[in-house]
């Protein structure tokens, strides 16, 4: 079966520091791959999406970035993190054809500092 | 905004009754899903509806989808404590790569 994962859980870092926030799917190939964020008691902002390896489209011009260097591996990094980056992200993927549910991961929990 | 709106932002009721939360969005779709978040956790899906289908049910959940009003509501029937969580709707746009996501309903089940 098809399984999610992402870590860390928790992360808490100073104005300015680098991020890596790494997710990896397994059971399945070639999947659609997503990177959510979600502000305290808001709904969702779909940040990046991924088709394919090296196909990243941003959605909303940020201070974030996203790779994909890995088939079923998908990347969020930051250079220089800022106060506005602190929320809740979330991966996700979808089979990558058709239009299906998305299963998602448990996500982390940025504070920045 | 290509996202879709639901109502009520917040919901309060006791275990046993049932629990109605409505989106609505504005364009075309392939599909509408549903998906509840527990609190300081990923999303799960729950059910989805095709713009071709009008009602589905999945247990206790039972979906409706008016495309001409372009709306949706969730009925979640006999509700239960452990129903206590977010719930959102998202929109599957057609020629879109993403789902657009609602701003979700706080259901709160009181014991």
């Known amino acids: 079966s098809q399984t999610i994962h992402q870590w860390p859980a928790t992360l808490v870092q100073p104005v300015g520091s680098p991020l890596s926030l790494e997710c990896t799917v397994e059971?399945?190939?070639?999947?659609?791959l997503y990177w959510y964020r979600q502000a305290a008691g808001r709904g969702l902002q779909l940040l990046f999406y991924s088709v394919g390896i090296g196909q990243i489209s941003s959605e909303v011009p940020q201070n974030l970035s996203a790779s994909r260097p890995q088939d079923r591996q998908f990347i969020l990094s930051s250079k220089k993190l800022l106060l506005s980056d602190s929320g809740f992200y979330l991966c996700?993927?979808?089979?990558?054809?058709?239009?299906?549910?998305?299963?998602f991961g448990s996500g982390t929990r940025l504070t920045v500092v | 905004s290509q996202q879709g709106e639901e109502d009520p932002q917040a919901l309060s009721i006791q275990e046993g009754e049932n629990a109605t939360m409505n989106c609505s969005y504005k364009?075309?779709?392939?599909?509408l899903q549903w998906y509840r978040q527990n609190s300081g956790r990923g999303l799960v899906h729950l059910i989805l509806?095709?713009?071709?289908?009008r009602e589905k049910h999945s247990g206790r959940l039972r979906v409706t989808l008016d495309t001409s009003k372009k709306s949706s509501s969730l009925l979640i029937t006999a509700s239960r404590a452990a129903d206590t969580a977010s719930y959102f709707c998202?929109?599957?746009?057609?020629?879109?790569?993403?789902?657009?996501f609602g701003t979700g309903t706080r259901l709160t089940v009181i014991p």
């Open positions: 998202a929109t599957a746009q057609t020629g879109a790569n993403n789902l657009f």
């Open positions: 364009t075309s779709i392939n599909n």
């Open positions: 509806i095709r713009s071709n289908e």
């Open positions: 996700a993927w979808s089979p990558n054809r058709g239009y299906y549910g998305y299963t």
């Open positions: 059971g399945t190939s070639n999947p659609n």
